[in-house]
């Protein structure tokens, strides 16, 4: 096969480049404690889209941070027993999508899932940024915030801390069962899959990330691949941080959104699939926080393929879910 990054044995001892801040889990555990004080004020209502056979699906809102409010699709059962519980199963989507359609939801309800798909703030879903921030963007979401003089104006931190609200969305939930609570996500979902699970410590039990983004962004861009989904950091770089001296800091402060220094965190058990020829989000990017995980963990690795829909994945995901890889 063709190499487009490190020989396979080299990633699964690769560690990540870019720089961890010396605040990093303050930085997190002061955004832990906004989280913990926004009220939920969750809303739901009929949706109007879809009248399928066995399930019920609703559009579901929440306050997060920031003064945010954010929208989900939500199915069920239709036939739930009273006092049963059922697991909880959180979908992510790809970076500036949104959380698809409901019928895409019906096969994880049909095995008796609750589903809660999220669409992510200001992107191409319901929910909304309310955020105001300073500083400028020179294109795409990366960088929004960035250069604001709060850091806690950094755009994928407060889409990691709606993660974290989510899950309260979740526990709140008729028939909800709070020892059965799942995430799972692709690209930019498998990032927020990530962030997910380590934000929300032992709420999350299992977690499934496809070829996940919003990791070792220095080595992206030493690898000449910020460009795609990556482009704005390249472009910002550029543009507002030209010198060596301006460059180390830039990579240190975009270290608090990079998901390989959250992946220690994570207790849940790990299912990971990529592709060695992922020239969006190269294979070292992605080992640099799998490699962190320290809790159970497995990953299926495609040697030709790239960013795009892995074999199988979507059927072994189920198996996780259901009964885990032991059995």
């Known amino acids: 096969m063709p190499i487009l990054d490190m020989p396979l044995e080299a990633l699964y001892k690769y560690e990540g480049r870019n720089p961890k801040p010396a605040d990093f889990d303050a930085y997190w555990e002061k955004g832990l404690k ?18 399928p056979r066995n399930a019920e699906c609703y559009d579901l809102y929440f306050n997060s941070v920031k003064n945010s409010r954010i929208h989900c699709w939500y199915t069920r059962p239709s036939a739930v027993k009273r006092g049963e519980k059922l697991p909880v199963l959180l979908i992510f989507h790809g970076y500036s999508g949104h959380a698809g359609p409901f019928v895409d939801k019906l096969a994880w309800t049909g095995q008796g899932y609750i589903v809660l798909a999220m669409d992510c703030r200001g992107q191409g879903g319901h929910s909304e940024d309310r955020n105001p921030v300073a500083g400028r963007t020179h294109g795409g979401l990366i960088m929004r915030g960035f250069d604001d003089p709060d850091p806690s104006n950094m755009y994928f931190r407060n889409v990691f801390l709606d993660t974290v609200q989510l899950v309260k969305a979740a526990k709140s939930l008729p028939n909800a069962d709070p020892d059965r609570i799942y995430a799972r ?3 930019q979902g498998g990032a927020l899959t990530v962030a997910c699970a380590a934000l929300n410590g032992g709420d999350i039990k299992k977690a499934s990330a496809q070829h996940p983004f919003l990791s070792d962004y220095k080595r992206v861009w030493e690898m000449d691949l910020a460009r795609d989904a990556y482009h704005d950091v390249r472009e910002h770089l550029r543009f507002y941080y030209p010198t060596y001296e301006k460059q180390a800091a830039f990579w240190e402060k975009i270290g608090y959104i990079d998901i390989q220094h959250l992946a220690p965190r994570i207790t849940a058990e790990i299912y990971w699939a990529t592709g060695l020829m992922d020239n969006i989000c190269p294979p070292s990017s992605q080992f640099a926080a799998y490699n962190k995980i320290a809790s159970k963990k497995h990953m299926d690795i495609f040697p030709d393929f790239g960013h795009e829909g892995l074999p199988d994945v979507a059927d072994k995901e189920a198996t996780f879910f259901n009964v885990g890889f032991d059995r």
């Open 185 to 187: 996500g692709g690209s």
């Open 34 to 51: 906004e989280v913990a004080v926004t009220p939920l004020k969750m809303q739901t209502a009929k949706a109007q889209k879809i009248e």
